[in-house]
């Protein structure tokens, strides 16, 4: 239905709309509804800056921007239209329409004629069909800081990823249809459009969608809590989440409060995994603890574990092997291949396997 009423608004394929949202259900129907209709979908993580959205909003040039009325955070609401209004005042750009998901802890002003309350512009809509799309045709635009400038639109494409992203349930992940998934990220990185949204939905499994943070929403326990309340088979989170554990319940003793014996295994990403953080992880989890690599431009993994095709040893400091189609190479500073054990560059050689990325948006 809310593909309809985009529809309905003028939204046609290869429009772009942006989503600026929080952790809700209502992000992920935004998402879908895009993808219905061909729509490319440009999600900004919520309570980014106004000038950072509007940056994006230029660079994007977006129909419509679906937002939301405030953000949780742990003892606060950060409200959400003011820094959507505060962008469109900075931005070149102006956007037709606003949809905005009042929340009930903060109720957002709307300015007639551009923005719609999410309910009241879906009524009346008729439910949307399926739009075909080529298979290079652009499922989002994800903005990335990269090493230098202003943040670089990725383009994902439709089919390539969803073949990635479907392989790599199974093979990395080891989860089979029906089991529930769990990544703990943000709609707003490339995780949460992998790995909270399109991935587990993809492969037939549950995937869990959390607004909250691994202490402080409402302790250290949190994880716990939600690992056994779900029957959570696989979970992926950074090393970040875990250090902040750590220091928060070094003993563990929350976990023993829980069941845990769903889990079979959890996957660390996203930045450096320390030794300290891995050997804590294993000995209170008593599950394989298992380092990856990969990254916004990627949209899966580059060398991993397949876990569900082989487990392989883990090596402290080693995502393992690369994964199929990528060639990886050490290169010195003239960008010539390296000898084993040798300091140098990482590099993937072109062609990318399928799911990464064709190019930049506006490259």
Not at 56 to 64: E, F, G, L, M
Request: glycine letters at 10%; one cysteine or more; a negative charge.
């Amino acid at each position: 239905k809310l593909a309809g009423a985009l529809g309905a608004s003028g939204i046609t394929k290869g429009d772009r709309v942006i989503i600026y949202m929080p952790m809700i259900p209502q992000t992920i129907v935004a998402m879908l509804a895009c993808a219905r209709i061909g729509a490319i979908h440009s999600v900004v993580f919520g309570g980014f800056a106004a000038n950072e959205l509007a940056v994006r909003i230029d660079d994007a040039t977006p129909k419509a921007i679906l937002s939301a009325s405030c953000g949780i955070e742990p003892g606060r609401v950060i409200a959400y239209k003011p820094l959507v209004d505060a962008a469109i005042e900075l931005a070149t750009h102006k956007p037709e329409t606003v949809v905005v998901y009042q929340r009930e802890q903060l109720t957002a002003e709307l300015q007639e004629g551009r923005d719609f309350e999410w309910d009241a512009f879906q009524n009346g809509a008729e439910p949307a069909p399926c739009v075909p799309v080529e298979g290079n045709h652009p499922a989002y635009i994800l903005y990335t800081s990269g090493t230098t400038g202003a943040p670089k639109g990725v383009i994902r494409p439709t089919a390539g990823h969803l073949v990635a992203l479907h392989w790599s349930m199974k093979n990395i992940y080891n989860v089979d249809p029906g089991e529930v998934f769990w990544a703990a990220s943000d709609l707003g990185w490339v995780v949460g459009h992998s790995y909270i949204c399109y991935g587990p939905l993809i492969h037939g499994n549950t995937s869990i969608l959390f607004e909250g943070k691994p202490v402080g929403t409402p302790d250290a326990g949190t994880f716990w809590r939600v690992i056994s309340e779900h029957n959570v088979r696989s979970f992926f989170t950074a090393p970040t989440a875990f250090r902040a554990i750590k220091r928060e319940d070094p003993e563990g003793k929350f976990k023993a409060k829980y069941d845990l014996n769903c889990l079979r295994v959890l996957y660390l990403a996203g930045e450096r995994a320390d030794p300290d953080t891995i050997h804590w992880a294993k000995n209170l989890l008593n599950v394989p603890v298992i380092d990856h690599w990969w990254q916004t431009e990627t949209g899966w993994t580059i060398a991993g574990n397949p876990m569900g095709i082989e487990p392989l040893p883990v090596k402290i400091g080693s995502p393992s092997v690369a994964m199929p189609g990528y060639d990886i190479q050490i290169l010195d500073e003239t960008g010539n291949p390296l000898p084993p054990n040798t300091l140098g560059a990482i590099a993937v050689k072109l062609p990318l396997p399928p799911g990464t990325f064709p190019s930049l948006w506006n490259a």
